[in-house]
């Protein structure tokens, strides 16, 4: 790790896990549900929700620069060869209550392992979003979840600050959360960490646009 990047302790975190619930009538959802809403039609790509602690939450539109640093992700990721590993891009983890749908995730086994399911946390090497207009979403509700479901390592590339915050350590509880945050800048290189080992090294302004 080079002098620029900086570990913090305890990340900050704003917003309470699960969310409040609204002052009126409401319905959360289970995994079981969601699912069934998807495969009779109910919900289809066109709506571009996610289900987030039983809620259906709208994913944020994309753009040109958040596109290219999750194509920018996978290159590279793929260029390391990570053995017994997939890379899976804007599609489903299902937790217990939640179905994320991560930028990138780099998933335990190969592409036949996920045929006929969706990886679970304990499936999950690496997770990663591509941060511009859902940072703050992605340093509370989405940290919370990944923290929660105890996935081992965490990258934002935070497109508004121009770095990439790796969390790891992962404390579940009442409020879930990352006990270690490292910041990497323009002219750092990251570690990819793939359980425990380092597998290679991304410079992080290979991902910013």
Known sequence: MSAAARVTK??????????AVPPFAVHRFTVAEYHKMIETGVLTTSHRVELIH????TKMTLNPPHNYTVTALME?????????STIR???????TDSEPEPDVVIAAGTNPTYKTRNPK??????????????LHEDRTTKLGLYAGAKIGVYWIVNLVDRC????????????????????????DVVP???????VGTIAVKELLP
């Open 10 to 19: 305890k990340p900050n975190r704003t917003v309470p896990l699960p969310p």
């Open 76 to 84: 590279l990721l793929q260029s390391l060869k990570i053995a017994n």
């Open 192 to 198: 990819v960490v793939i359980a425990g080992q380092s």
């Open 121 to 134: 946390p304990s499936d999950v090497l690496l997770v990663m979003e591509v941060s511009e207009s859902s």
């Open 164 to 187: 990439v915050e790796v969390y790891t350590q992962p404390r579940g509880g009442k409020n879930p959360t990352y006990k270690q945050r490292t910041d990497y800048g323009p002219d």
């Open 89 to 95: 891009v804007q599609q489903p983890v299902t937790t």
């Open 54 to 57: 039983g809620w259906l939450v």
